[in-house]
């Protein structure tokens, strides 16, 4: 009977974070912007959100069509990260955390693209034209990576910090994403670190336009209050980024705050991302 007893309290009392983790999830919306095409966010709120009077950090997260469950309507895919979020303050192993994801568009590339670093414009047949300009994926005329991150802080921020509980320093507003995504989260620190504090990149692209942009973020560090997390696999397109993250973390030396890590087998796939999402996660949340 006392065992029985003890049964039943141990169930009342573990928080059930797969039903919280889904009724967390409020209503897409349509954020507008001056600066880039509108597009939709969709924000998760901890389950403990509706009971408290507390505020709570917040993580943005890019290609928001794959941050919450599948079927992705972009690829099909996602990352379930409200799920292992959830779990993971279940556990008490981390703060609760309002996540606020922000859909991808077309010209995904482009927003994506850390600006400053791309090559400067040449004249045609100019002997000194950069032969990396050649190799970047996106037209440069579509290359709007200032113009996205001044939309996430001047604009989608002040309305998230208007709308829901946060708090609103740097050290509690943080980034997350994957392959160019991560490019644009680790670039957010350094062009806004008053704002963005902290952001985890997962498989980040270093190897685009043949390292250009982990060139340009070895002489261009985020300041060292920043903290971040990159990590990379050693299967498929994962497989070609080891030597440049390498050159990465011997320019950032022995800063506090800065974690690297491999993965050995693992792809560049959301099914890899969300196989792993709960150790940046707790980089980012992890109680102290």
Request: glycine share 6%.
């Amino acid at each position: 009977m006392i065992r029985l007893l003890v049964a039943l309290l141990a169930l009342v009392a573990t928080p059930a974070f797969a039903a919280d983790a889904a009724d967390g999830l409020q209503p897409k919306f349509t954020a507008s912007s001056t600066l880039i095409p509108a597009r939709t966010v969709q924000v998760w709120l901890p389950p403990d959100y509706a009971t408290s009077k507390r505020r709570y950090p917040v993580i943005y997260l890019h290609d928001g069509q794959n941050v919450y469950d599948d079927p992705s309507p972009w690829s099909g895919k996602s990352w379930a990260v409200h799920r292992a979020l959830a779990k993971l303050i279940a556990e008490r192993k981390v703060r609760p955390a309002i996540l606020v994801a922000v859909w991808n568009t077309d010209n995904r590339l482009g927003e994506y693209m850390p600006e400053a670093a791309v090559p400067p414009v040449v004249a045609p047949g100019d002997p000194n034209a950069d032969d990396l300009f050649k190799k970047l994926p996106v037209e440069r005329a579509k290359i709007a990576g200032d113009a996205y991150l001044a939309f996430l802080a001047d604009e989608l921020k002040p309305l998230i910090d208007k709308q829901y509980r946060t708090l609103r320093g740097p050290r509690d507003t943080m980034l997350m994403g994957s392959s160019m995504g991560g490019l644009i989260s680790a670039y957010a620190l350094v062009r806004y670190p008053t704002v963005f504090g902290a952001a985890a990149c997962l498989s980040t692209a270093w190897p685009i336009g043949d390292g250009f942009t982990e060139r340009w973020f070895e002489t261009h560090l985020p300041p060292y209050t920043a903290r971040l997390y990159f990590d990379y696999g050693t299967g498929t397109n994962d497989g070609t980024i080891a030597p440049f993250q390498a050159k990465l973390d011997a320019a950032a030396g022995k800063r506090r705050g800065w974690v690297s890590r491999a993965f050995p087998g693992a792809e560049h796939s959301e099914r890899a991302w969300a196989a792993r999402v709960d150790i940046p996660l707790t980089f980012l949340l992890g109680k102290k």
